[in-house]
Structure formats: C-alpha cells, structure tokens
C-alpha cells in the first residue's frame, strides 16, 4: 500500500522569509509525486508535480519542491513567503508500478505566513 | 473554460434523508473521483468513474453510498439515509485520462453536506 505522511500540522514562517513544508512517502516502485493547495471554501488546486528527470521541480506561485529518493521525500520551498501563500497544503503520492493510480493524499499542512 | 463545477455548495439533510451531490467534469474530461474530506483526516478516496463504468470503488463505503457517471450529465454521489457521520466535505475532481496515474487531477469547490 502507497501513504504519504506529512509530519507538521502546521508551519509559521515570517513574511520573506524562505518556507518548507515536508514530507515523505512510501510506494512500490517508483513514485509520481504531487503537491496541492487549498484556500478556506474551495477546492484543492494542483501546484506541481515529479514524474521523471530533474529532481528539482518547478511548478506555480514561485513554489518548487526537490525529490529525493534516498529519503523518500518531495519537500515543498518557497524562497520568500508571501501573506497570500498562506493556506493547507497536500502532497500525494501514486504508483508508477506498483503502487496505485489512485493517488494517496496526505493529511495536510497547514501554513501560516505572518506580515 | 469552465472548471469542475459541483452542486449544490451546501447540503443540509436530516437523519434518514436522502443526499445527491452532482459533479460536471471539466470539458475534455472522462473521468472523475470523488473524495471526502474530514478535518483532522485530510482527503480520502471514494470512487473513481469512467462515463458509464465505476472503474475503482474502493474507498466508498459497502452501504448507503453509490455513484454513477452516466453518459448524458453529471456524475451523481448517491447518500441514502443519510447519519450524522456523513457530515463532510466532498469533493470531485476530474482529469482528461488516468494512464498510469501520473496525470494532476482538477477539483471542483466541494459539497458541504451537513446532517443535522
């Protein structure tokens, strides 16, 4: 079975300042790894996404997340936060093989960017 | 281009009641997933439909619960007798193929059902 943990419920981080959000992963094989955010009353909305190649993925917002096998992680960054990035945030996780097509979301994290 | 749109937003039933939660696709789509989103719990899996087939119903609960994708019109999520615990968001999202499952999904805004 494919999960996907995300180890904080929340983060804070100050207006600028560079932000992560982590997290890991378990699937059979190798993995397509996603990361989502959600706004108060509305859907979630896709950021990025690693299929293949550079482990360094660059997706909308200014967001980037870094893939690292060794680790199972798919971390996401942000250099510089804005106020507006403030929101909850899912990876997921499915199966290149494996594992299934039906991706697996994370619980959530929560992030709080203060002015 | 109209994104996923879902109907209604909110959802008030009592014990027993019938819920429907209604999903359009994204145009070019042919297929959908429903959700259900708890807080604490974060997104879990439902069901996920091709136009006339349920392809993976995993996640949906053995009873009360059923979805279909008809040919003509939405995808309908089906709560019969509806209980407290059914109170959540649920959410449909919708991509133009699954393949191997490398392809982002599309959600809509969500359906708050509430049961009182």
């Known amino acids: 079975a494919q999960s996907v943990a995300q180890p904080e419920d929340q983060v804070n981080v100050a207006e600028g300042n560079p932000l992560t959000v982590k997290c890991t992963y378990s699937?059979?094989?190798?993995?397509?790894l996603f990361w989502y955010v959600q706004y108060p009353n509305r859907g979630l909305q896709f950021l990025l996404k690693?299929?293949?190649?550079?482990?360094l993925v660059k997706g909308s917002y200014g967001f980037e997340a870094e893939f690292n096998k060794s680790q199972t992680s798919f971390h996401l960054k942000k250099p510089s936060a804005l106020v507006s990035d403030s929101a909850l945030y899912f990876c997921?996780?499915?199966?290149?093989?494996?594992?299934?097509?039906?991706?697996?979301f994370g619980r959530g994290t929560s992030l709080i960017v203060h002015p | 281009n109209a994104g996923v749109m879902q109907n209604p937003r909110h959802l008030v039933r009592r014990r027993g009641q019938e819920a429907r939660l209604r999903c359009s696709p994204m145009?070019?789509?042919?297929?959908v997933y429903w959700y259900r989103q708890l807080p604490e719990e974060g997104l879990k899996f439902m069901v996920y439909?091709?136009?006339?087939?349920?392809?993976?119903e995993s996640g949906m609960p053995k009873e009360r619960f059923s979805a279909e994708f008809p040919k003509e019109g939405p995808s309908i999520l089906r709560i019969q007798q509806v209980v407290r615990g059914d109170s959540a968001a649920y959410f449909c999202?919708?991509?133009?193929?699954?393949?191997?499952?490398?392809?982002?999904?599309?959600f809509g805004p969500g359906t708050r059902l509430t049961v009182l």
């Open positions: 145009k070019g789509h042919s297929h």
């Open positions: 997921a996780v499915s199966g290149a093989s494996g594992g299934s097509y039906i991706p697996t």
């Open positions: 999202a919708s991509s133009p193929f699954s393949g191997t499952g490398g392809i982002e999904q599309f």
């Open positions: 439909l091709q136009k006339e087939n349920i392809i993976d």
């Open positions: 690693y299929i293949t190649g550079d482990n």
């Open positions: 699937v059979s094989g190798n993995p397509y």
